[in-house]
């Protein structure tokens, strides 16, 4: 495990109308959240696969809620005690997991099982005159294993 990622493993509430699965909480990860949007990623691709990302201030708080994704962090964060442990994480929506991403982590996910719904919640609002976001050459993973 990479020392500040955080694994919540979510429990859909289902019946004969649906279900329900709540997401995140403010009293359980202790994170204000200030952006939240949605991406798709097609089955077999993934997003930033020549190029991980990470951020310098802010944490990522990633769901997948259809389908099923691949994520891959690795610690880029000097000093760390895990600095250049990687994770490997399968989620969506047959074992949903809230993945939480601390600042100077890299990732990057893969569309595994259809089309891959994932929920990303941030705690800053993206600034597109300066963008919090660090992209590295992806020297670290093999995504066609």
């Not at 310098?56 to 880029?76: A, E, F, P």
């Not at 964060?77 to 442990?85: A, E, I, Q, V, Y």
């Not at 719904?117 to 600034?127: A, G, L, M, P, Q």
Request: glycine share 8%.
């Amino acid at each position: 495990m990479i020392d500040g990622v955080k694994l919540i493993e979510l429990n859909p509430i289902k019946d004969d109308r649906g279900w329900l699965m709540e997401i995140f909480r403010v009293s359980i990860t202790g994170l204000q959240v200030k952006q939240v949007y949605l991406s798709v990623v097609k089955e077999g691709i993934v997003k930033d696969k020549d190029k991980f990302h990470c951020h310098k201030m802010k944490w990522d708080m990633l769901c997948c809620i259809k389908g099923t994704i691949k994520v891959v962090l690795i610690d880029s964060r000097k000093g760390s005690n895990t600095k250049d442990k990687m994770m490997e994480i399968i989620t969506g929506e047959e074992n949903p997991k809230l993945i939480i991403i601390p600042p100077g982590i890299l990732h990057a996910f893969k569309g595994l099982k259809g089309d891959g719904y994932v929920i990303d919640c941030e705690t800053e609002e993206y600034n597109m005159e300066n963008p919090d976001e660090i992209k590295t050459d992806n020297i670290y993973y093999n995504w066609d294993n």
